[in-house]
C-alpha cells in the first residue's frame, strides 16, 4: 500500500562484543539498518536484544567492535549525545513521570530542542514563550496523531497499559528522531491494543519518516510491520532478513520451536 | 435572526449578508478552538461546490458524505444543495458490505469523507461494485493523515478540491450563483437512509421546504438564534442530526460546535457551554451512569449530600421547572440544593449554560427523564422519525408530561387509527423513499397521511403517548397486552443494565435477556473486591446475577402495580455473555435492538428459558470493526426472578 523509499545506511554496527565480567551477552554481532526501513530485532528471552538496543543507545559500551551513524563511528557515547544525533528511545517498562500529564510528559521529549535556559523557561516571557507555544503545537500534532485528545490533561499513571504505551511512543516522537528504538512496544497488551500499536508504528514510520529498530518477541506482530529482521539467540546473530528468509531459517525454527535429540 | 429563503444554500448566503462576522461553526483542532464566521462558510462553501462542479458533479447527481462531525462535512450537505445536487449522508461506522448497498442504490460517484480509515472503506467498496453501473468516480477526503502515498484514481484532498474549485469561479464567472438561483423549495433536499430496523435500508428524500418547516418549528417554539451554541457529535446520517446540526442551524443562525474527537464530547462540551442540547434517551443515561459511578466513589458525607438533596429535587425539582406551585420552604431547600449539588452537577454534566435540551429516538424512562428535569435541566421530548424529518411532536415549555412526547407541531396533523397506529399529515411528511414507489405506497395512504408504524394514543388535551412499535406490541397467551419496549425501558434505567430483550408474545410469561453494563458492573465488582477476567466472566459470576435480580425484582414490583401491566411481570431471565453489537446485526445503527433477530440468532437460549433448564451452553460468533471474526462460548444460568401479586387499582 504504501512506496516509501528505503534509503542508504543510516547505522551500521559492527562486530558487536559485550560482556558483563564472564557473561557474555553480545558476541561478535553485525548488521545494518536502512534510512525509512522498519527492522526488527528478534530472539528468545535472554538472547540479548536489550543489550543490544542498550550498546546503539549509548547506555552501555562494547567492548569490542564500533557502532557508525551516519557516517560518525563512535565506541563511547553517553545517551545524551546520541540523543543530540536524533536517535530517541522507548521502553520496556515505561520510564514516564506518572503524576504529571500526558501533555507535560510528551513535551520533556521537547526539552532537547529548546533554546531557552532554564530562567527564562521559569518566567516564561518573551522569546521562551514564543518557544513554548510552537512547541506545544508539535506536541498537539502528536497527540492528534496517537488519538490520545481525550486524555490530554489526565495523569498518566491513572491510563491503562496500552495508553501509557502510546505516550511513551508520543514523548520519543516529540524528539522527532531520525532513528526510533522501540524496545518490546507490545510487550503485555491484548490483541487489539498490539493492533493499533502495529499501526501507529508504520504509520509513524510513514507519516514522520522515521526509521524504526524495534525489539519484539512476538514473531507475528514482527514479521507484519517488518522489512527486515534480526535474529539473536544467546547473544549470537543466528539469522538476518526479510520476514520470509527467516522465517524458512533452520537456526531460526530451532531457536524458537526446540530441536529433536 | 431569521430569514425566509426557500433553500438551505440561499439561508446561508443571507447569514452571510445579514451576520456575515458571527460565529458559524467551531472546531477543536490541535487542542484550540477554531472558528468559521458566516461570511468564511459561505466562501468554503462556495469553493467546495465550485470544486464539485468542475469534476462533473451536476444537478441532481448524489453525494455520499461519510465521516464523524466536522465543519467541512457540513459544508459538503451545502455545497452539493447549491449546484442542486442531494447530499447522501451515511453512518460512518458501517462495514463495506452494508455500505456498498446504499452506494449503489443511490448512484453515488462522489463522495466526501473523513479520513483514511473511511477511504481504506470507500476503496473497498468500490471493489465490491466491479461490473455494476455506476459506480465510485471520485473519494475526497477531509483530513490527509496516512494518505500521502495512496495513488488510486480518483483520490483528492479536501484542499486540493477547493483549489479546483477557485479556479473553476474565475473560469465560469456566475455559476455558482446561477446554480444557487435555480434551487427551488420542492427539490429534494437530503436523502437519509432509514436504519433498516426491519429489511434493507431505504433512502427517504426530503424536500427543502420539508426541512425548512421542521427547522423553524423547532427554532420558533424555543426560540433559538445568534448567541446560541450547540454540540454536533452525533452520526450525520441521523436524522436528528440533519435537523438540529442542518437545518435549525441555517434557519435559526445559532453556531454549530464540532467536539475534538468522538471521546472528548464530554469535555469539550463544558468548555463550550452549550445552550441548546440534543441526544437520544442512551446519551443521557451514559452521563447519568458515569455520574452515578463517580458518586458511588465519593466520600461519605458527599454521598449523604447528594441522596438528600436529590431526593429533594424528585420531589419538587420538576414541579419549579414547570411552573407549578411549591411551597416557600421547598423552594429555598431547593436554591440551596441548586448552589451545592445541582449546580455543581449541571457543570459537571456540560449543561450549565443548557436552556433547553431535546430527547428522541426511543422512548426514554420516566424515572430518566424526571432526573434530568428535576436538576433544573429543561429536557423535553420530540416525536418523529426519518420519514417526518423527527418532527411530529414536540414539547412545549411549561407543558410536559412525563409519559407523552408533546402535541403535535406547529403544521402537522395527528390522527390515531383504529388499530392504534399514529398517523401523520403535513409540512415535514417525506416526498417518497428513493426509487422505491412500493415501499412509498405502502407508508403513504391516499389522503396523504403518513403510517408511522407506531402505536399511540391522544389524550384529552391532545397530548400523544407512544407506547411501543406497532409490530412489537403482542399478547401473552392470557391475552394480556404485551409491550417489550416499555418494560426493556425500565430495565435500561438502571445503571447496571446497557441492553435488555424481553420475549413474550404468543408465551405464557415474559422472560428476558440482559447485556450488563460493564463500566458499572465493572466498577461494583472492584469495590468489592470481586476478581473477574473480562466481560464474559463478569457476566457469568453467581454475585452479579444476583445483583441483576434485584434490578428485575423491583421493575416487576412496579409492574404489579400498573394498570394493565401485571401479567408481563419477567418470570425468568438470563444474562447474556456478550455485548450486543450493530456489527453483529443484533443492534441498528441508532442501537435499537432487533428482537427479531436476537430470538432466531439466540433460539437456544430462549428455548432454554421457556423449557425449565437451569443452564445452557452457548457459541457465538463475532464480527470485530474490521471485518474479522472470532467466537465466544459461555454456559449461562437461567435465573428465576421475583415477581409480585397484582396489585388491583382502586376502584
Known sequence: MSNRKIGDVVLDVQNISLSFGGVKALTDISFDVREHEVRAIIGPNGAGKSSMLNCINGVYWPQQGSITFRGHTFKHMNSRQVAEMGVARTFQNLALFKGMSVLDNIMTGRNLRMKSNLFQQAIRWGAAEREETRHREFVERIIDFLEIQAHRKTPVGQLPYGLQKRVDLGRALAMEPQVLLLDEPMAGMNVEEKQDMSRFILDVNDEFGSTIVLIEHDMGVVMDISDRVVVLDYGKKIGDGTPDEVRSNDNVIRAYLGVEH | ?651
Open chain 2, 1 to 651: 435572526m431569521q430569514t425566509t429563503a426557500p433553500t438551505f444554500p440561499r439561508l446561508l448566503l443571507a447569514h452571510a449578508q445579514a451576520q456575515p462576522e458571527s460565529p458559524a461553526v467551531r472546531e477543536k483542532d490541535l487542542g484550540i478552538w477554531q472558528t468559521w464566521t458566516w461570511n468564511a462558510v459561505a466562501q468554503e462553501v462556495r469553493e467546495i461546490a465550485c470544486g464539485l462542479a468542475s469534476l462533473g458533479f451536476k444537478a441532481f447527481d448524489n453525494l455520499a458524505i461519510v465521516g464523524a462531525n466536522r465543519p467541512h462535512l457540513y459544508m459538503a450537505v451545502i455545497a452539493a444543495q447549491s449546484l442542486r445536487g442531494v447530499p447522501v449522508p451515511l453512518y460512518q461506522d458501517a462495514v463495506a458490505s452494508e455500505m456498498v448497498f446504499m452506494l449503489q442504490d443511490a448512484s453515488i460517484e462522489f463522495v466526501i469523507v473523513e479520513d483514511q480509515e473511511q477511504v481504506d472503506k470507500l476503496l473497498e467498496c468500490r471493489e465490491l461494485q466491479t461490473g455494476k453501473q455506476p459506480s465510485i468516480r471520485h473519494i475526497i477526503y477531509d483530513d490527509p493523515k496516512g494518505l500521502r502515498h495512496y495513488d488510486q484514481p480518483g483520490l483528492m484532498s479536501y484542499e486540493q478540491l477547493r483549489e479546483l474549485g477557485r479556479a473553476f469561479d474565475k473560469a465560469n464567472v456566475g455559476h455558482y450563483d446561477r446554480a444557487v438561483a435555480s434551487g427551488e423549495a420542492t427539490d429534494v433536499g437530503v436523502i437519509l437512509y432509514t436504519s433498516g430496523t426491519t429489511g434493507r435500508p431505504k433512502g427517504v428524500c426530503q424536500t427543502h421546504a420539508s426541512f425548512i418547516a421542521a427547522g423553524r418549528g423547532g427554532v420558533e417554539t424555543d426560540k433559538l438564534g445568534p448567541g446560541d451554541n450547540i454540540m454536533s457529535y452525533l452520526p450525520m446520517a441521523w436524522v436528528g442530526d440533519h435537523l438540529f446540526s442542518v437545518a435549525q442551524w441555517l434557519v435559526g443562525g445559532f453556531t454549530l460546535n464540532c467536539p475534538e474527537s468522538s471521546e472528548t464530547v464530554m469535555n469539550d462540551m463544558r468548555e463550550i457551554g452549550p445552550s441548546y442540547y440534543f441526544g437520544p434517551p442512551r446519551t443521557f443515561e451514559g452521563l447519568l451512569t458515569a455520574v452515578s459511578i463517580r458518586m458511588e466513589d465519593a466520600a461519605r458525607p458527599k454521598r449523604w449530600l447528594y441522596a438528600k438533596f436529590m431526593a429533594l429535587a424528585q420531589r419538587v425539582g420538576a414541579d419549579i421547572l414547570n411552573g407549578a406551585t411549591v411551597s416557600t420552604g421547598d423552594r429555598l431547600m431547593y436554591g440551596l440544593g441548586n448552589l451545592l449539588i445541582y449546580g455543581p452537577l449541571r457543570n459537571v454534566l456540560g449543561m450549565s449554560r443548557i436552556r433547553v435540551a431535546y430527547t428522541a429516538g426511543a422512548a426514554i424512562g420516566p424515572d430518566l427523564f424526571r432526573f434530568y428535569r428535576s436538576i433544573g435541566v429543561n429536557l423535553k421530548q420530540f416525536y418523529g422519525q426519518t420519514e417526518t424529518c423527527a418532527y411530529v411532536c414536540l414539547q412545549q415549555d411549561g407543558k410536559v408530561k412525563l409519559q407523552t412526547v408533546g402535541t403535535a407541531a406547529p403544521g402537522i396533523e395527528l390522527k390515531i387509527a383504529d388499530d392504534g397506529e399514529v398517523l401523520v399529515r403535513g409540512v415535514s411528511v417525506l416526498k417518497e423513499y428513493y426509487k422505491r414507489p412500493d415501499a412509498t405506497a405502502e407508508v403513504l395512504d391516499a389522503n396523504g397521511y403518513f403510517h408511522t408504524g407506531d402505536a399511540g394514543v391522544l389524550d384529552s388535551e391532545g397530548h400523544l403517548r407512544i407506547i411501543d412499535r406497532a409490530k412489537d406490541v403482542g399478547r401473552l397467551v392470557s391475552g394480556a397486552i404485551f409491550a417489550p419496549n416499555y418494560i426493556e425501558n425500565k430495565l435500561k434505567f438502571f445503571p447496571q443494565i446497557k441492553e435488555a430483550v424481553c420475549f413474550g408474545n404468543g408465551r405464557d410469561e415474559v422472560c428476558a435477556a440482559i447485556n450488563i453494563d460493564f463500566e458499572a458492573v465493572g466498577n461494583w465488582a472492584e469495590r468489592r473486591g470481586l476478581a473477574y477476567g473480562g466481560y464474559v466472566d463478569l457476566a457469568g459470576k453467581p454475585e452479579v446475577l444476583a445483583l441483576v435480580g434485584e434490578c428485575i425484582a423491583k421493575v416487576n414490583a412496579d409492574l404489579a402495580s400498573e394498570d394493565g401491566m401485571g401479567e408481563t411481570q419477567i418470570a425468568r431471565f438470563l444474562v447474556l455473555h456478550k455485548e450486543l453489537d450493530p456489527d453483529d446485526d443484533e443492534l441498528t445503527r441508532t442501537r435499537k435492538v432487533r428482537r427479531g433477530f436476537i430470538a432466531e440468532k439466540y433460539a437456544v437460549l430462549v428455548g432454554a428459558l421457556y423449557g425449565g433448564k437451569t443452564e445452557q451452553y452457548i457459541e457465538t460468533q463475532v464480527k470485530f470493526e474490521d471485518g474479522r471474526t472470532g467466537v465466544v462460548s459461555a454456559t449461562l444460568k437461567i435465573v428465576e426472578a421475583r415477581t409480585f401479586p397484582i396489585v388491583k387499582a382502586a376502584a
